[in-house]
């Protein structure tokens, strides 16, 4: 479902594809389904997203803003689709690109959960 940034304040959930079977400092991932992309790169708000990873696996994790990181990615473990458990991390957000209709994360440094 698309985010809606007014609103309830409860966050929908968007998609977003990820090259990797794991994250990393500069992986990216693309967000799908904003229904502003050019203002979300701009100026993210809090989303929940399914993360889906180049195996196939698909994992929750949600978007934080406003902290004294800035924008950090949260993803509770996972296993890969060869087994392999990730344990949570939580990631910074080194940019956000606008690309059309999705917003590239590039990811950064491990951020304090």
């Known amino acids: ?3 809606s940034r007014a609103g309830s304040g409860e966050a929908d959930t968007c998609p977003a594809v990820c090259g990797h079977t794991h994250l990393f400092p500069g992986a990216r991932c693309r967000v799908q389904g904003l229904s502003d992309p050019r203002a ?28 004294s990181e800035g ?3 949260v993803v509770p473990p996972y296993t890969t689709g ?3 458990p990730i344990d949570a991390r939580a990631w910074t957000i080194r940019e956000f690109a606008g690309t059309g209709d999705e917003v590239e994360l590039i990811i950064g440094r491990h951020a304090s959960a």
Do not use: Q, Y
């Open 1 to 3: 479902m698309p985010e």
């Open 40 to 67: 979300f790169a701009a100026d993210p708000w809090p989303v929940e997203l399914d993360l889906r990873f180049s195996d196939g696996v698909v994992a929750d994790a949600r978007l934080r803003t406003g902290g």
């Open 71 to 73: 924008a950090v990615l």
């Open 82 to 84: 060869a087994g392999t």
